[in-house]
């Protein structure tokens, strides 16, 4: 199983950027499939971000235009590029993936607020 390690969070006023940071240990992390979610206070962990081994990436509705995730294999590593944040971003954020989907770092917090 692949090992995930996020970081980069923080606490970030209304409008402003952060990036995320997912390091991956695997030597097949280039074949897999990665993915951003987040679970907001009292909420349910929800699909933020994702891309294909092949750079294809979807994004949830309520980040399209804001956040953007990307890969470099290279590195064993994927990022989520978060511009214009609301308060209503505020959630841990866990990196995903693995041949299964079952790989997921511990998270880290990203809060919105001024």
């Known amino acids: 199983q692949e090992q995930l390690v996020e970081s980069g969070g923080g606490l970030v006023q209304p409008g402003g950027s952060l990036r995320l940071s997912c390091a991956a240990s695997g030597s097949m992390f280039s074949i897999y499939a990665m993915a951003w979610y987040r679970q907001a206070p009292g909420g349910q962990r929800e699909l933020v971000a994702q891309i294909t081994s092949g750079g294809s990436t979807k994004y949830a509705d309520s980040v399209k235009g804001r956040f953007t995730i990307s890969r470099d294999n290279a590195k064993k590593a994927v990022y989520l590029q978060m511009s214009s944040l609301k308060p209503e971003d505020t959630a841990v954020y866990y990196c995903?993936?693995?041949?299964?989907?079952?790989?997921w770092g511990q998270g880290t917090r990203v809060t919105v607020s001024s």
């Open positions: 995903n993936g693995g041949l299964f989907g079952d790989a």
